[in-house]
């Protein structure tokens, strides 16, 4: 069985993966940290996100594999460097949708990306997972929440344990905001593959309904498609 859960930046995605994967034993496939990969491997090695030929040509030798689960994350190796944390910097951030939007950088990750789910079951998440990668999965979310709270959970996720003074924490929420609905912009806008919520899918708005409650409705939708 394939679980596609798309969704704009922030909305909740990988968490539910996480607690889908746990709950019914699915492997978890982030396809976001392929992009975010090749993104890391393009500043790393000075290639111009612009330069389209140059970055396919790239992310074609690039080795991207997933390691065990670590703090509830799949770690992300980059011939065979553990880039799990690199990947999730702020200038990651900011270049990964240039990296996303090269169509030849989309067609070098689609086959890995099936090839993963060869035999056995897996929740993918993503942009285009429903809509693309596996235009029949059995069940299709698209997961939303309200701009500004995916940003707070953003932020809050980052200073998780710490203690942060109020304002610094609604300046970088507003900071947050901005990236979020940059990328999200830049990300359905796009010619290849863009972000959309395809017509078979359940849209879930996760605004006010806690992780377990999602995941509820999630086991409901896979009880009945079984
Ligand atoms: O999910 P995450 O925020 O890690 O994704 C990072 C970026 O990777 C997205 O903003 C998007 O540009 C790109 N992406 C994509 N298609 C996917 C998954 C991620 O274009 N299936």
């Known amino acids: 069985m394939i679980i596609a859960i798309d969704g704009p930046a922030g909305s909740g995605k990988s968490t539910i993966a996480r607690e889908v ?3 019914f ?7 976001g940290a392929m992009y ?17 030929d140059a970055v396919v040509a790239l992310a074609r030798g690039l080795s991207i ?25 702020p200038e990651v951030d900011r270049n990964v949708s240039a990296a996303a ?5 989309r067609a070098a990750m689609l086959a890995p990306q099936r090839l993963f ?15 693309v990668v596996f235009p029949n999965a059995e069940l ?17 996720q980052r200073h998780e344990g710490e203690h942060v003074d109020a304002a610094l924490l609604d300046a970088e929420i507003e900071q947050t905001l901005a990236d979020i609905e940059r990328r999200d912009a830049i990300d359905s806008q796009r010619a290849a593959a863009p972000l959309v919520c395809p017509v078979d899918a359940v849209r879930i708005d996760s605004t006010s309904f806690t992780v377990e409650e999602i995941v509820n409705r999630i086991e ?7």
Request: hydrophobic fraction near 40%; include cysteine; aromatic fraction near 4%.
């Open 101 to 105: 939007a090269n169509a030849g950088v």
């Open 36 to 52: 975010r990969s090749v993104a890391l491997a393009a500043l790393r090695r000075g290639v111009d996100l612009d330069d389209a």
């Open 140 to 156: 299709k979310v698209f997961l939303t929440a309200d701009p500004r709270e995916r940003a707070r959970r953003r932020v809050l």
């Open 65 to 89: 594999t997933f390691g065990s689960e670590c703090h509830g994350n799949v770690s992300v190796f980059v011939d065979g460097e553990d880039v799990s944390e690199a990947i999730r910097t």
């Open 117 to 131: 789910a060869e035999g056995r079951d897996v929740v993918a998440e993503g942009r285009d997972i429903g809509s």
């Open 220 to 226: 409901r939708l896979i009880a009945e498609r079984r």
């Open 25 to 31: 034993g699915f492997a978890k496939l982030d396809t």
């Open 21 to 23: 994967a746990r709950r």
